[in-house]
């Protein structure tokens, strides 16, 4: 058995799996083949399902069976949904005005809408139909009934927290695994009992911390994109890691080729932001974060504040500009070369392995 | 030799030390007395000469040499200074007066002043006095003229980076080493080519960037306070750890009650803010934090906003409030228990060991 060799073996016992490597969810930015991949190479893959409809997870859970008998996670959001405020709405569109006529384009109408409802029902009947090995969640988890239901599919329940208030609560709530989201994470934050961003904490200090608090094993996300990394989250107590922008770079993620050249730049800024989605998530600094965020109350709440410069992102794009484009990214300066996820996971794997022997 | 047993001994070797573990230098927190105790454990001890007269810095020095052979590290602060703005000055006291209205005191006439000027002539004639092992420096580098005469004497010379950038800077300099400072180190941040604290980067990512990318050896700093943490920063890629907050606990150190008390909570918030004295410092939000900042451009500029404030925080000491005191701290959640600081070097060192080997 090839996991003999790392120290911890709890997680990987849990979820079945060989290497303490897990591809980030990364909804929008990454699919079934890079989830293949990292699964077959012998870590966890991940289907992030946030943006998908109830008949796409069945059809990408299907998909995935059918070309590998790995364990998959399934990752959802479950936000709770903030009531509809018109008057906020349009002050922002308001504010926003003068980006529309710069591209000359006409602003979207109120009331501003958008996919991305929370895990709910039809999603609750497409999990109890695949019976996956493992459910992860972000923003907190669904209410209870749902969650009792997922849980009584026998899947393993991965949570995610942002300090260590937020690991203490998923603990309580009976997760079989947390994972100890850093500051230094790209894409969405997992927030859910915390609000203010200046107070979120480091990758460091946010492992230690809920790694020696609770029983479950903790999975350390964050900054890591090289096996160094991988190395130094399993010492300081981490069961695995989590690599989110490490397998942007991949062959088999679907970024765009703005996205992807941003991410090529070591010297790259990233900055937690709300004014992309709504809610806070890290990314490469743009223009639009640069002169209305990076933080704002004044944007639309999640996720309408995506809708709000949807017609400004496509434009923008369709002249070879990220200017109103989410280019998450995580604080991690030296990415990868562009390779095949498979590659990667047994690269990370070796490197990780080479330094804590 | 001990050091025998570590990895990577560059770092051991150019300071002639025992053990990868550093003091940090902690103005007004800290002096001889935690110095000696580390440098006797087989760590570097560090001098704060920061707040330090250029006599006092020759009397500590001379102090720790009578107590200890070891080699010790002089810590300076060598921040550009701002010219005068008195209006911006005059808003923030008109700004901050229903506090002293509230606590029924008079507000500092203007100018503003502080002690605290960046290292100057009298300080490098102190250097070049002593002659010691180690010099570093916070906020940057001295001008090129006082850098030379204080590598004439023979020390070696650490600076402090935040970003990839910044130590790049520092390498090119010929600093003979550099302390990799993440977003989660208490204290102020040694910020000097960057400006944003939304773009500081977490140890994880700092750490893994500059190591990876400049020959000097790399010391991370930073939500490290116990044994796994030094071994994961070793694993990452460091030759060392520097601990702050993690010392600031042991019985050599010269914090308040109500700054070992609030230190003492493993739920303690603490944010990145600039109006304590007008640099950006990590500490445990308090209510003038809390209620003018964390981050406020109108802060007089550094060292200003400390006397700004200076007669609000000795009245509310007195009546046992930190209200408006620098509770200076780092993210790490759990720090050790009160023991002695030479104690607490041998037990990290051991801890570290035990995971690393």
Sequence with gaps: MVSGIWRDTRLLDLFGIELPII????????????AVAVAE????????????????????????????NKPLNFNFFCHAVSPPDLAKDRAWLKRIAPYFAELGIEPPTL????????????????????????????????????????????????????????GLWLAERGVDAIIAQGAEAGGHRGMFLETDVA?????????????????????????????RAIAAALALGACAAQIGTGYLTCRESTISPLHRKALADPGRETAITNVLTGRPARGVVNRFMREQGPIDDAAPNFPLARPAIAPLRAKAES??????????????AILPPAMGAGELTRKLAEEARAISA
Tied chains: 1, 2.
């Design 199 to 227: 107070m979120q904490v480091g990758t460091f200090a946010l492992v230690r911390a809920i790694s020696s608090s609770v029983q479950v094993p903790v999975i350390a996300a964050g900054g890591i994109a090289d096996g």
């Design 23 to 34: 591809a980030a969810p990364m909804a929008n930015f990454a699919g079934v083949d890079l």
């Design 319 to 332: 002249q070879g500009s990220a200017d109103f484009s989410p280019l998450w990214s995580g604080q991690a």
């Design 41 to 68: 190479a012998g870590g966890l893959g991940s289907l992030p399902c946030a943006a998908l409809s109830p008949d796409q997870i069945r059809s990408g859970g299907a998909e995935f069976r059918s070309r590998s």
């Design 111 to 166: 009331p501003l809408s958008a996919g991305h409802p929370p895990f709910g029902e039809a999603d609750c009947a497409a999990i109890e139909a695949l019976r996956p090995e493992i459910v992860s969640f972000h923003f907190g988890l669904p209410p209870k009934p749902l969650l009792a239901r997922v849980k009584a599919t026998g899947c393993k329940i991965l949570g995610c927290a942002t300090s260590l208030r937020e």
